[in-house]
């Protein structure tokens, strides 16, 4: 890598970086965990529930997340399902895009090491010369 594709990488970085800061500003309220919709058999052996699938009970939702490292999962309504479910799409989709800036910064981080050593070599070079 020479000087002028370091301030090209970095360049490309910022622009990269600032889209995505662009996309996450726009992300709205986030929330952890996963909504699930399921279906269940009940308790008495004669329904036909357990007979047939598509005669299963439900929908009920539930809304799941890890809480001092154990999974909890709470029964909700359907409101509050496409509520949760929209919140916690927008997590995932921040959690992404950070993974994103994270990528950029490293890539960006290794351009501007290498301009600042250029920096240091020229600058020791000039003392140098003197």
């Known amino acids: 890598m020479d000087s002028e594709a370091a301030r090209r990488i970095l360049c490309e970085c910022e622009a990269k970086h600032k889209a995505l800061a662009e996309k996450m500003a726009d992300i709205g309220f986030i929330h952890q965990g996963s909504v699930v919709k399921r279906y269940m058999q009940c308790g008495r052996s004669s329904c036909a529930c357990h007979k047939d699938p598509a005669s299963r009970h439900g929908p ?3 809304w799941s997340t890890k809480v001092g490292g154990k999974s909890v999962a709470k029964m909700i309504t359907s409101q509050q399902a ?4 929209r919140w916690v799409k927008n997590r995932n989709e921040m959690d992404a895009i950070v993974t994103q800036m994270k990528e950029i910064s490293r890539v960006a981080f290794d351009a501007a090491l290498f301009l600042i050593d250029e920096e ?3 600058s020791s070079s000039k003392k140098s010369q003197e």
């Open 120 to 122: 240091k070599d020229d």
């Open 82 to 85: 496409e509520l949760l479910g």
């Open 60 to 62: 009920y939702y539930y």
